[in-house]
């Protein structure tokens, strides 16, 4: 029997699965956010709108498809098959279903309508938070577009980088073997998976491809594109559809850690579109979205409005086990917030607490005379704010003094709410000023010797930062100064800056009560990426404010972590 005949006699779908979707929720059986409370309002009240009829004879062939021929491939649930979530049920049927009229059509676009009726959509936005199952659902309908759709498509699995790109592209791969484990329908090569009979194909495409454009695409997943800076792929693949009559293109997402990327300003689109301030009845923004973070520590029910696979797919105790971690942790909280939640986190709050940075305990620098001590410095560009630092161990604790640097002429674009701060600084001999626009870097040098000097304090290492001026290193090394330069990246300041959190919150970091250490570590936000590190930046609407202290802390950790056991163990000698 032929694969149509055998698909053809199938059972017959129930009624509108959308309409099931909407009751369901109606009748509080299921738990959604208020954007796509939004949007399913929306399209219910576009049933009854004359410029669209609402024909589900595609989607229910391709749902029919999916859960009689695709089988899962990933363990618990490998070689089942494939049952859809009524969710998932009722996306594929909207995007699918909603078709032009002859007089919609000629309305929206001032032109007839070819004879066959066309798809309404023509992009989706689905937003939906990790281990929700949306890769396997993009997977399944791109196999099922390969094997029952039109003839001679070309699909795009793409991504930010050729790794992502092949996450769905090999899933696809995965359930064609079980579809077709004798390859007599299709085969797959190292450029694509090809249908024999109907010449489909899909194959990878990404930021990193060469040669992205004149391609012919039909139809395109684009996968966790908040990973995105810009739109360049996005575009590629949209031109690459301008002459198609019924293109298709899925953005499959979480929220993620790039400001002002490519996912930002689709949502802002997207967002538009839904609150009817944009119009473009060819996109479909679906969001599952929390009402606010609150409600995610207080309400576990609420948890299903950005999980709607909560239970069956993802399970329950995993979000239980994040919430765990993310109480100890703010990288963990920005992270679990962020993909479990779809709570964008946008550097708007401070790294710290209050009572986690203040520590009113102070020491004298006599009580190290003759220590040794590990410096870091943050010379930053010449025209603002620079920082040196010295840290001892003594007893399992910390202790830290600093001093701060500024060109004079920068004290005039201060704040005033800043600028009596600063002055005071200076008055009590805690900021060095420089004499024009820039810093004296050898007044940062003369601190390290007063340092030797006054107090025979004996630095082990130096750590300095990107910005550091060559000639200033050469001089630090030709008076004998161990120097190491410390990358303001990723993986530098992550594992230091974790450490630095654990110590104040312990109260093991004594920074000897400085008000402009504490100011700057008032100013400090975090910023966390797709691999769980971390590194300082500004709170968001406070450019201005300075977080020099708080780098040089991190750049002592890190000299301290690369070489702890030989410091600990100079520090017990002088002690």
Avoid at 502 to 509: G, T
Wanted: hydrophobic share 35%; net charge neutral; proline share 3%.
């Amino acid at each position: 029997m032929s694969l149509i005949n055998s698909y053809e006699k199938m059972p017959e779908a129930p009624t509108s699965y959308l309409l099931q979707y909407k009751q369901a929720i109606d009748r509080g059986e299921i738990v959604i956010g208020q954007e796509l409370h939004q949007l399913l309002n929306n399209l219910v009240a576009d049933l009854d709108n004359p410029a669209y009829e609402y024909d589900t004879s595609d989607a229910d062939f391709r749902i029919k498809f999916i859960e009689n021929f695709c089988r899962h491939t990933k363990s618990p649930f490998f070689g089942k098959p494939f049952k859809l979530e009524l969710w998932e049920k009722a996306f594929i049927e909207v995007f699918y279903s909603f078709k032009w009229t002859e007089e919609g059509y000629r309305n929206y676009y001032d032109e007839e309508m070819p004879k066959k009726k066309l798809r309404r959509f023509k992009k989706a936005i689905l937003l939906i938070a990790r281990k929700n199952g949306k890769s396997t659902l993009c997977a399944a309908l791109s196999l099922t577009e390969i094997m029952v759709g039109t003839g001679g498509n070309d699909i795009a699995c793409s991504s930010n980088d050729d790794g992502q790109a092949d996450i769905i592209f090999s899933e696809i791969n995965n359930m064609r073997e079980q579809f077709d484990p004798k390859n007599k329908r299709t085969h797959k090569n190292m450029k694509g998976i090809y249908n024999i009979k109907n010449k489909s194909r899909v194959f990878k495409i990404s930021d990193k491809t060469k040669n992205k454009e004149g391609r012919n695409i039909d139809g395109a997943i684009v996968d966790e594109s908040n990973e995105m800076k810009t739109n360049v792929i996005a575009k590629s693949i949209d031109q690459s559809q301008s002459t198609k009559d019924e293109p298709w293109f899925i953005n499959i997402t979480t929220e993620g850690f790039v400001n002002d990327g490519y996912l930002d300003q689709e949502l802002k689109y997207g967002r538009g579109v839904l609150n009817g301030e944009i119009e473009d009845a060819t996109i479909l923004v679906w969001l599952y979205t929390q009402d606010s973070e609150q409600e995610v520590w207080q309400d576990q029910r609420t948890w299903h409005k950005s999980n709607p696979s909560l239970g069956p797919i993802k399970k329950t105790k995993y979000i239980k086990d994040q919430i765990r971690k993310a109480q100890r942790d703010k990288a963990e909280r920005v992270f679990m917030l962020a993909k479990d939640f779809n709570i964008k986190q946008n550097n708007a709050a401070a790294w710290l607490l209050a009572e986690e940075i203040n520590n009113e305990e102070t020491f004298n620098i006599e009580d190290f005379r003759g220590s040794f001590a590990i410096g870091g410095v943050d010379l930053s560009k010449s025209g603002d704010l620079a920082c040196a630092r010295a840290l001892f161990m003594r007893g399992g604790k910390k202790y830290t003094i600093s001093q701060y640097f500024i060109p004079e002429s920068k004290l005039a674009t201060l704040s005033s709410e800043d600028l009596p701060k600063f002055k005071e600084w200076i008055r009590s001999g805690k900021i060095t000023v420089s004499d024009g626009n820039e810093n004296d870097f050898r007044l940062v040098t003369a601190w390290y010797v007063k340092m030797f000097k006054e107090f025979g304090i004996k630095f082990y290492k130096i750590g300095y930062d990107k910005w550091s001026a060559v000639y200033w290193v050469k001089e630090m090394e030709e008076i004998g100064f161990d120097m190491v330069r410390v990358m303001q990246d990723w993986g530098p300041m992550s594992e230091p800056m974790k450490l630095v959190e654990a110590d104040l919150r312990s109260k093991l970091l004594n920074y000897n009560n400085d008000s402009l250490d504490r100011f700057c570590l008032e100013n400090t936000s975090l910023a966390v990426n797709n691999k769980l590190e971390q590194m300082p930046v500004k709170i968001q609407g406070k450019e201005d404010k300075k977080i020099d202290g708080t780098v040089t802390k991190i750049i002592c950790y890190r000299v301290y972590i690369d070489n702890r056991s030989e410091f600990i163990e100079l520090s017990k000698r002088a002690g």
